[in-house]
């Protein structure tokens, strides 16, 4: 079962995700495709803050006793998911750069030989 407490901290922890991620994306600091996860991740902390029988199903249905724990181990999961396909992006990132710059050498090179 969950706490009045919990239930209260988790909207609140939701609405500021949300109000944060919102200011983000119109200061143009955060892209709408990056925002949609943190987004969604608020809206679930909502439905199981407003509707704790949620919670506690899913909690019954993984066989965990408590419904505290099923959030803590969603969150982590959760988390470690963002960072696996962060970490994924990173890399795509990493080969692209790798790519420009060899290629923007080559141009230099090419220009260079073309000047002399």
Known sequence: MMTTTLRIALILV?????????RKIRQSRMQIESAIFWIVLAL???????????ADACA????IYATTNFLFLFAIFVLILK????????????????ELVQAMALE?????????
């Open 60 to 63: 019954s249905l993984l066989g």
């Open 83 to 98: 960072v696996f396909f962060m970490s994924i992006h990173i890399s795509q990132l990493e080969s692209k750069i790798k």
């Open 108 to 116: 230099e090179k090419k220009y260079e030989e073309e000047k002399h």
């Open 14 to 22: 939701s609405l500021s995700t949300f109000s944060m991620i919102m």
């Open 44 to 54: 679930v902390l909502v439905v199981y803050s407003v509707f704790p029988k949620v």
